[in-house]
C-alpha cells in the first residue's frame, strides 16, 4: 500500500497541473485590451483594403502583375523583368504608371 501511494504521488508531481504556475488574467486581458484597435479602426481599414482590391483589379493585367510581384511579393525590378519577359525600363514605366492609375482610384 505505501508503494502505490508513493508512486501516485510522484507521478502526481509530474503532472502539468502541479508545476502550473499560478495565471494573473486579469492583467493580461487589460494588457490585451489596451493593445486592440477599436472596431471603427479595423472598419475603416477594411474598408480600405476592399477600396484597393477594386483598384487593383481595374488595372490593366500586365500593370497588375508588375505591382503584385513588386510591391507585394517584394522582388526588384530586374526578377519582375526576368519573370514577366520584358525590359527593366519598362517595367519601370508600367510601375510609375499603376501607382498613378492606383493613386488616382483610390483618392476618387
Given at each position: 500500500m505505501l508503494t502505490t501511494i508513493v508512486?501516485?504521488?510522484?507521478?502526481?508531481?509530474?503532472?502539468r497541473h502541479h508545476r502550473a504556475k499560478p495565471h494573473h488574467a486579469l492583467q493580461v486581458i487589460e494588457?490585451?485590451?489596451?493593445?486592440?484597435?477599436?472596431?471603427?479602426?479595423?472598419?475603416?481599414?477594411e474598408e480600405e483594403r476592399a477600396r484597393l482590391a477594386s483598384c487593383l483589379d481595374s488595372l490593366e493585367e500586365t500593370?497588375?502583375?508588375?505591382?503584385?510581384l513588386r510591391a507585394l511579393e517584394e522582388l526588384s525590378g530586374l526578377e519582375v523583368a526576368e519573370q514577366l519577359g520584358l525590359p527593366p525600363n519598362h517595367v519601370a514605366v508600367l510601375l510609375?504608371?499603376?501607382?498613378?492609375?492606383?493613386?488616382r482610384c483610390v483618392t476618387a
Open positions: 508512486r501516485n504521488a510522484s507521478r502526481n508531481l509530474r503532472r494588457d490585451l485590451e489596451a493593445e486592440l484597435p477599436s472596431a471603427d479602426v479595423i472598419l475603416a481599414s500593370q497588375r502583375r508588375v505591382v503584385t510609375y504608371r499603376a501607382k498613378k492609375e492606383l493613386f
